[in-house]
Protein backbone atom coordinates (compact mmCIF):
# COMPACT_ATOMS: atom_id res chain seq x y z
CA UNK A 1 0.00 0.00 0.00
CA UNK A 2 1.27 3.26 -0.78
CA UNK A 3 2.55 5.72 1.86
CA UNK A 4 -0.53 8.09 1.30
CA UNK A 5 -2.96 5.67 2.29
CA UNK A 6 -1.05 4.07 5.04
CA UNK A 7 -1.01 7.37 6.82
CA UNK A 8 -4.67 7.49 6.03
CA UNK A 9 -5.33 4.13 7.57
CA UNK A 10 -3.41 5.07 10.87
CA UNK A 11 -5.21 8.46 11.26
CA UNK A 12 -8.40 6.64 10.72
CA UNK A 13 -7.84 4.46 12.99
CA UNK A 14 -5.52 5.64 15.81
CA UNK A 15 -6.42 3.34 18.10
CA UNK A 16 -5.34 -0.04 16.46
CA UNK A 17 -1.98 1.82 15.00
CA UNK A 18 -0.84 3.95 17.93
CA UNK A 19 2.53 3.74 16.91
CA UNK A 20 2.21 3.52 13.38
CA UNK A 21 5.18 1.06 13.06
CA UNK A 22 3.28 -2.14 11.16
CA UNK A 23 4.03 -2.01 7.56
CA UNK A 24 0.71 -3.22 5.05
CA UNK A 25 2.13 -4.76 2.37
CA UNK A 26 -1.06 -5.23 0.46
CA UNK A 27 -2.13 -3.65 -3.05
CA UNK A 28 -3.52 -0.41 -3.16
CA UNK A 29 -6.74 -1.18 -4.21
CA UNK A 30 -7.63 -3.40 -0.74
CA UNK A 31 -7.58 -0.36 0.95
CA UNK A 32 -11.25 0.73 1.54
CA UNK A 33 -11.51 -3.17 2.87
CA UNK A 34 -9.06 -2.87 5.13
CA UNK A 35 -10.17 0.77 6.23
CA UNK A 36 -13.46 -0.78 7.43
CA UNK A 37 -12.32 -3.93 8.42
CA UNK A 38 -10.32 -1.74 11.38
CA UNK A 39 -12.96 0.56 11.90
CA UNK A 40 -15.15 -2.33 12.80
CA UNK A 41 -12.82 -3.60 15.21
CA UNK A 42 -12.52 -0.22 16.75
CA UNK A 43 -16.39 -0.53 16.91
CA UNK A 44 -16.01 -3.92 18.88
CA UNK A 45 -13.87 -2.29 21.19
CA UNK A 46 -16.17 0.78 21.87
CA UNK A 47 -18.93 -2.06 22.21
CA UNK A 48 -16.72 -3.35 24.85
CA UNK A 49 -16.75 -0.01 26.80
CA UNK A 50 -20.11 0.39 26.53
CA UNK A 51 -19.90 3.84 24.66
CA UNK A 52 -19.14 5.25 21.44
CA UNK A 53 -15.68 6.75 21.22
CA UNK A 54 -15.78 9.82 18.27
CA UNK A 55 -12.93 12.13 18.42
CA UNK A 56 -13.19 15.36 16.13
CA UNK A 57 -9.69 16.90 16.73
CA UNK A 58 -5.82 15.61 18.52
CA UNK A 59 -6.75 17.66 21.72
CA UNK A 60 -9.94 15.40 22.60
CA UNK A 61 -7.41 12.09 21.39
CA UNK A 62 -5.30 13.28 24.14
CA UNK A 63 -8.09 13.72 26.90
CA UNK A 64 -9.35 10.22 25.87
CA UNK A 65 -5.84 8.68 26.30
CA UNK A 66 -6.40 7.87 30.15
CA UNK A 67 -9.84 6.54 29.07
CA UNK A 68 -9.04 4.80 26.40
CA UNK A 69 -6.06 2.27 28.53
CA UNK A 70 -8.52 0.29 29.65
CA UNK A 71 -9.55 -0.46 25.73
CA UNK A 72 -6.01 -1.04 24.56
CA UNK A 73 -5.92 -3.98 26.80
CA UNK A 74 -8.84 -5.15 25.26
CA UNK A 75 -7.84 -4.71 21.84
CA UNK A 76 -5.78 -7.49 19.35
CA UNK A 77 -2.08 -6.43 18.82
CA UNK A 78 -2.07 -6.02 15.05
CA UNK A 79 0.83 -8.04 13.63
CA UNK A 80 0.77 -7.87 9.98
CA UNK A 81 -1.08 -6.89 6.99
CA UNK A 82 0.28 -8.78 3.74
CA UNK A 83 -0.68 -10.00 0.75
CA UNK A 84 0.22 -13.69 0.73
CA UNK A 85 -0.89 -16.19 -2.15
CA UNK A 86 -3.19 -13.64 -3.53
CA UNK A 87 -5.33 -13.22 -0.62
CA UNK A 88 -4.73 -10.82 2.11
CA UNK A 89 -3.50 -12.21 5.96
CA UNK A 90 -4.60 -10.23 8.70
CA UNK A 91 -2.46 -11.16 11.70
CA UNK A 92 -3.20 -10.18 15.26
CA UNK A 93 -2.98 -11.76 18.63
CA UNK A 94 -5.71 -12.92 20.03
CA UNK A 95 -6.12 -11.35 23.40
CA UNK A 96 -9.44 -9.71 22.83
CA UNK A 97 -12.09 -10.25 24.93
CA UNK A 98 -14.48 -10.51 21.69
CA UNK A 99 -11.77 -12.40 19.53
CA UNK A 100 -14.16 -14.60 18.25
CA UNK A 101 -16.13 -11.66 16.31
CA UNK A 102 -13.18 -10.25 15.29
CA UNK A 103 -11.72 -13.22 13.77
CA UNK A 104 -15.43 -12.81 12.01
CA UNK A 105 -14.64 -9.69 10.80
CA UNK A 106 -10.93 -10.81 9.81
CA UNK A 107 -12.64 -13.69 7.74
CA UNK A 108 -15.35 -11.67 5.95
CA UNK A 109 -12.26 -8.94 4.95
CA UNK A 110 -10.10 -11.96 3.41
CA UNK A 111 -13.41 -13.06 1.47
CA UNK A 112 -14.03 -9.97 -0.13
CA UNK A 113 -10.07 -9.12 -0.97
CA UNK A 114 -10.46 -12.61 -2.55
CA UNK A 115 -12.91 -11.49 -4.95
CA UNK A 116 -10.93 -7.51 -5.15
CA UNK A 117 -8.54 -6.46 -7.51
CA UNK A 118 -5.17 -5.44 -5.33
CA UNK A 119 -4.21 -2.64 -7.77
CA UNK A 120 -7.19 -0.91 -8.12
CA UNK A 121 -10.42 -2.15 -6.05
CA UNK A 122 -12.57 -3.17 -8.34
CA UNK A 123 -14.01 -6.40 -8.92
CA UNK A 124 -11.18 -9.27 -9.80
CA UNK A 125 -10.22 -12.64 -10.04
CA UNK A 126 -7.26 -14.41 -8.94
CA UNK A 127 -4.15 -15.07 -11.52
CA UNK A 128 -1.03 -16.62 -11.72
CA UNK A 129 1.30 -14.22 -13.28
CA UNK A 130 4.75 -13.62 -11.65
CA UNK A 131 2.74 -14.68 -8.46
CA UNK A 132 -0.78 -15.21 -7.34
CA UNK A 133 -2.58 -12.10 -7.18
CA UNK A 134 -6.20 -10.82 -7.55
CA UNK A 135 -6.84 -8.53 -10.65
CA UNK A 136 -9.72 -7.06 -12.71
CA UNK A 137 -9.46 -7.42 -16.43
CA UNK A 138 -8.56 -3.27 -16.74
CA UNK A 139 -5.40 -4.35 -14.38
CA UNK A 140 -4.43 -7.76 -15.80
CA UNK A 141 -3.05 -6.48 -19.08
CA UNK A 142 -1.05 -3.16 -17.20
CA UNK A 143 2.38 -4.11 -17.07
CA UNK A 144 3.28 -3.00 -13.16
CA UNK A 145 5.91 -4.53 -11.34
CA UNK A 146 4.99 -6.46 -8.35
Same mark, same amino acid.
Given at each position: ????????????????????????????????????? *?? *?? *?????????????????????????????? %?? &??? %????????? !? !?? &????? &??????? %?????????????? %?? /??????? !?? &?????????? /?? !? *????????
Amino acid at each position: MNDELTEQLYKNNPILFENNELSIDVGDGWFTIIDTL *CS *CI *CSEVDKLNGELIVCTDEKQMMQLQTKLFDA %RN &RLP %RLVQIKEKF !G !GL &RFYYS &RNAENAE %RIDALVSFAENLCD %RT /CSHCGKP !GK &RLKKEFETIL /CV !G *CQNMDFKF
